[in-house]
Nanobody
Framework: QVQLQESGPGLVKPLQTLSLTCTVS??????????WSWTRQPPGKGLEWMGA???????YYSPSLKSRTSISRDTSKNQFTLQLSSVTPEDTAVYYC???????????????WGQGTQVTVSS
């Protein structure tokens, strides 16, 4: 059974770069057919898909966040990473990593999800 675990700083200052890592166990991030994604949920709002990386390392981004988002991976550690630059308080959210056969998922009813990690943007 696949397990995903997010890690990273809980507090980031405005204009800095947010960096989160998703550590995967029970499956390889190079497995065929799966997408490994990042999604967030701001307080009081719904899930917002941010982007994904596939088994070959190709990346896909939300158009609204593409200019500030980068997703990469370390296959030796079976991890993939999110970087979000120039953050503002509006980027405060719970950030989730997930695995699914679909590149774009915004419901926890499908796929496998990490437990999420709270990130607050504040000076």
């Amino acid at each position: 059974q696949v397990q995903l675990q997010e890690s990273g700083p809980g507090l980031v200052k405005p204009l800095q770069t947010l960096s989160l890592t998703c550590t995967v166990s029970g499956d390889s991030i190079t497995s065929n057919y799966y997408y490994w994604s990042w999604t967030r949920q701001p307080p009081g709002k719904g899930l917002e898909w941010m982007g994904a990386i596939d088994s070959s390392g190709s990346t896909y981004y939300s158009p609204s966040l593409k200019s500030r988002t980068s997703i990469s991976r370390d296959t030796s550690k079976n991890q993939f990473t999110l970087q979000l630059s120039s953050v503002t308080p509006e980027d405060t959210a719970v950030y989730y990593c997930a695995r699914d056969l679909r590149v774009h998922i915004t419901t926890m009813n499908i796929g496998s999800w990490g437990q999420g990690t709270q990130v607050t943007v504040s000076s």
